[in-house]
């Protein structure tokens, strides 16, 4: 089955480290999305591309947080520097979508990243 | 603000019980979906119900939607242990932007 994959599937690092999540989409989805899943706040946009292009990345924290897609397998998330409050589950997701309708997602295990 | 708001946040019932999980919206929608989540893992897809749809089945599972209420629920029939998992809706505006979730109903299934 084809499926999202996220590295690392977990990190620990000390506060002020660059951080670089990575995501490889489903082949054939032109659609690519960042979220942030924590209790309080629940899953939070953070940024996503459509054909690699940047469609809105209004929910990232943009002094340290940046999203690209270097090519079509590939989409990283980089936090530099990190800190204690961006510990969270961050999560890629990919889907088809355009035309007159918004297809169901797919979303890859989630990066559970722990900031000291 | 976030487009969807599940009700109730928590809900544990017996196995074999059905299990409702409504969600409320507050713009206009293209579609609104469904996802689960397991404890750990990825949100994974359960139903999509499009904006001029009034409700959907898939196994066990029956979506409504209410556009007039801005609202919509999830039912699930005959409730098994390993249904237990948090679910979550999703809304659209329009076509080609991003879904935005909501918190999520944790639903518990004791057997």
């Known amino acids: 089955d084809a499926r999202v994959t996220q590295t690392p599937r977990h990190k620990v690092t000390e506060m002020g480290q660059e951080v670089t999540m990575r995501c490889q989409p489903i082949?054939?989805?032109?659609?690519v999305f960042w979220y942030r899943q924590t209790m309080m706040q629940g899953l939070e946009l953070l940024a996503y591309?459509?054909?690699?292009?940047?469609?809105?990345d209004s929910g990232m924290p943009k002094d340290r947080f940046s999203a690209e897609m270097p090519d079509a397998t590939l989409a990283t998330l980089k936090i530099q520097p990190s800190e204690p409050r961006d510990s969270a589950v961050y999560f890629c997701a990919s889907g088809l979508q355009g035309g007159r309708t918004n297809e169901k997602l797919f979303f890859g295990s989630g990066t559970q990243l722990s900031v000291l | 603000s976030q487009q969807g708001e599940e009700d109730p946040q928590a809900l544990s019932i017996q196995e074999g019980e059905n299990a409702t999980m409504n969600c409320s919206y507050k713009t206009s929608i293209n579609n609104l979906q469904w996802y689960r989540q397991n404890s750990g893992r990825g949100l994974v897809h359960l139903i999509l119900?499009?904006?001029?749809?009034r409700e959907k089945h898939s196994g066990r599972l029956r979506v409504t939607l209410d556009t007039s209420k801005k609202s919509s629920s999830l039912l699930i029939t005959a409730s098994r242990a390993a249904d237990t998992a948090s679910y979550f809706c999703a809304t659209s505006r329009q076509a080609g932007t991003a879904l935005i979730f909501g918190k999520g109903t944790t639903l518990s299934v004791s057997s």
């Open positions: 082949l054939g989805h032109n659609t």
């Open positions: 119900i499009r904006s001029n749809e």
């Open positions: 591309f459509r054909n690699r292009a940047p469609l809105d």
